[in-house]
């Protein structure tokens, strides 16, 4: 997915942006650090997380300590465990993740498909600093 259809995808479900935040390569997309991503990570309030569950067909993708990350649409996955602490900035109307809080986030995960995703994040916070 590119920008442009994060953004028609986000506005077809409707949720109140201030009730999560954009995460990882999504938020990567819609700051022009990358072109295209594979899904939607989003972290949501605890209110929005029992709304969604109530509302869509969810599909759990994973277990993270005690909290479930789920699948809607097999595009949009969303849990409610870093919501209140994630750092983001306001853009396009949208809650996102800070390019700093993903470069932390990627970094401690080791895995090998956030590699290249680093590299771009680390150059990018050496040419603002």
């Not at 954009?22 to 029992?50: C, F, N, R």
């Not at 479930?68 to 870093?82: E, R």
């Not at 900035?89 to 090998?112: A, M, N, P």
């Amino acid at each position: 997915m590119n920008r442009e259809e994060i953004l028609k995808i986000l506005d077809n479900y409707q949720f109140n942006p201030k009730e999560f935040v954009i995460l990882s390569g999504a938020s990567m997309v819609l700051q022009g650090m990358k072109e295209k991503t594979t899904d939607i990570d989003i972290t949501t309030t605890d209110s929005l997380y029992k709304q969604l569950l109530n509302t869509y067909s969810c599909v759990l993708e994973k277990k993270v300590g005690m909290h479930s990350v789920w699948f809607i649409d097999n595009v949009i996955n969303f849990s409610n465990h870093y919501y209140d602490t994630i750092e983001y900035i306001e853009y396009d109307g949208y809650q996102v993740q800070t390019l700093d809080s993903i470069l932390k986030l990627k970094e401690s995960l080791g895995r090998e498909k956030d590699k290249e995703d680093i590299k771009k994040l680390r150059l990018f916070t050496m040419k603002q600093k």
